[in-house]
């Protein structure tokens, strides 16, 4: 494209760094508008400045890729209401081997999860976690926060759904989802690899823990056993459960110690009877159980008191078990509500999981990204049954007017012609035919995402990327899914170039352990295992 009219470039380069500024730097002292508003700002400008015309900038606004987020979100939403991440996290720690074995379970964790939940998402529900896990464990912050975030900007390359320009390549590209896994994974593979042994090697001497783990003895967490999650052992093959003192239970099974405080919790097994009570069910025998101990208490207490029928057949009630008081039936009724609350808990969340797949078996089927997602979305607030506003209210409504305000100007910096123009002076060095242009158009791609964030390197480049590989009889999808490669991983290079970074950044800051990961900790690794990673990954790169 050539260069517009003189006015139209100055003011539209004004509006673009203005955008750019406020984007990258949300925190600026002489306009701290944040963002979201700083992105709108860019947008009116260039339409303010004549740059583009209104119509113009409403048809810039991709509804496919803003579709496509939302589904997404709300479908992490649900996710997390059904405890996955939880149960994640669980067997994240379950019979560790100390500290290395732990980072290596977070970059394999968080790699899975970004691909098909978005790293972002990924990092939002698992920072507090490790933060946890490593106060706990007494093991290093720094290796574990630097994991968790370059494994799920790595891994969320895997998939279109693993990160916003991921969402982009594949709608402008029109590659299937089976397509770009195929492409991309073995990359991926090899990339999440490379980072567990840079990790290691970086981080060695200080990840030694000669503390034995919490569940190294067999004790599994209660939410892994109820959810069927825990593996057949030798002491989970049979029932047991975890004794309380209560006032139900007989002086045996509740021993006092010379200061008066219980003697610890200790786990027995249960006949079925008591063990059916015990975890809030009612056998089959138990209106007769109650009847049967009212008329031995009656012989026993009340022997010389009046005929115990006088008050005990006034309270019985229509509970179709005849003999059952009002206070043993209402006792008797919470306990099979708690059930049936139980039961629906765990039908939803299968319903959850369920529709999940459905999704992904219709991405993989070469269905609508877009309106898979969306779908997807529906038929879960359905299923929930309930208002789904408090649900809505946690989808990332900001992010989706971000990316409209950030559609507007990029679409009015391409109108000035300067990214044009950029790129035909670089364009005949950085094809990817041969490892020159294959290198210098990757150190491009890697300084752009970090300057100008990944999305709006990819809105600038794609296009152009793809042209220039037609025109050297290169697979245009290998030159599309090289980009969304690069892109991806380029995030790990600096604190700044990956939202994913942030967000961790960001939580471990306002955690309890208020620990500072900074762009300064996160520099000395980011910067070599970036160059590394992209470096191993670009061979394994089809089309």
Not at 84 to 98: A, D, I, N, V
Not at 371 to 386: H, P, Q, R, Y
Not at 428 to 445: A, M
Request: proline letters at 5%; glycine letters at 8%; one cysteine or more.
């Amino acid at each position: 494209m050539a260069w517009a009219e003189p006015w139209k470039v100055a003011l539209g380069c004004i509006a673009f760094v203005v955008w750019w500024i406020l984007a990258v730097f949300p925190a600026v002292p002489f306009l701290p508008i944040g963002r979201t508003a700083g992105s709108i700002l860019g947008a009116v400008l260039m339409v303010v400045f004549e740059v583009i015309s209104p119509n113009e900038a409403f048809q810039a606004i991709d509804l496919p890729i803003l579709a496509l987020l939302f589904g997404t979100m709300v479908l992490s939403i649900y996710l997390e209401r059904a405890s996955l991440f939880k149960y994640l996290g669980y067997l994240l720690s379950w019979k560790s081997r100390g500290g290395k074995d732990l980072l290596c379970r977070v970059c394999i964790l968080s790699a899975v999860c970004s691909a098909f939940f978005t790293n972002d998402t990924t990092c939002v529900v698992l920072t507090e976690f490790v933060l946890k896990m490593c106060k706990t464990k007494k093991l290093p912050m720094l290796p574990f926060l630097l994991a968790l975030a370059t494994s799920a900007n790595i891994g969320s390359a895997g998939t279109p759904i693993g990160n916003p320009q991921n969402l982009v390549i594949a709608v402008q590209s029109g590659i299937s989802f089976g397509k770009f896994i195929k492409g991309v994974i073995p990359a991926v593979l090899v990339g999440v690899g490379v980072n567990i042994v840079l990790l290691l090697a970086f981080y060695w001497k200080q990840l030694s823990d000669p503390r034995p783990d919490s569940t190294e003895d067999g004790v599994v967490p209660i939410e892994i056993q109820e959810a069927g999650l825990a593996p057949p052992t030798q002491d989970n093959k049979e029932l047991t459960a975890v004794v309380v003192p209560s006032s139900t239970q007989t002086p045996a099974h509740v021993e006092e110690s010379a200061s008066g405080a219980h003697a610890p919790v200790h786990s027995e097994k249960l006949e079925p009877s008591r063990s059916s009570r015990s975890m809030g069910h009612a056998s089959p025998n138990t209106g007769r159980e109650l009847y049967e101990r009212r008329l031995s208490m009656q012989s026993t207490g009340n022997a010389g008191a009046e005929s115990p029928a006088r008050s005990d057949i006034s309270l019985e009630i229509g509970t179709g078990m005849h003999g059952v008081t009002a206070r043993e039936s209402i006792t008797l009724r919470k306990g099979l509500a708690s059930v049936s609350k139980k039961t629906r808990t765990k039908v939803w969340r299968a319903s959850v999981y369920l529709v999940t797949l459905g999704f992904l078996a219709a991405l993989l089927g070469g269905l609508n990204l877009s309106w898979s997602a969306v779908t997807a979305a529906v038929v879960l607030m359905i299923l929930d049954f309930t208002d789904a506003g408090p649900s809505l209210e946690k989808v990332s409504y900001s992010l989706l007017v971000f990316f409209s305000g950030m559609f507007i100007a990029v679409e009015g910096f391409n109108k000035t012609g300067a990214p044009g123009e950029l790129w035909d002076a670089v364009e005949p060095h950085s094809r990817i035919e041969n490892i020159k242009g294959l290198t210098i158009l990757s150190l491009v791609v890697i300084v752009l995402s970090n300057v100008a964030s990944n999305v709006p390197t990819v809105l600038l480049l794609g296009a152009r990327v793809a042209a220039s590989a037609a025109q050297s009889n290169v697979s245009v999808a290998k030159a599309w899914l090289i980009l969304a490669w690069v892109s991806t991983v380029a995030g790990n290079l600096t604190l700044v170039g990956s939202a994913a970074n942030l967000i961790v950044s960001e939580q471990a800051r306002t955690a309890d352990v208020g620990y500072n990961f900074s762009f300064w900790k996160h520099l000395p690794f980011g910067f070599p295992s970036t160059l590394i990673v992209v470096a191993v990954g670009l061979p394994l790169i089809s089309g």
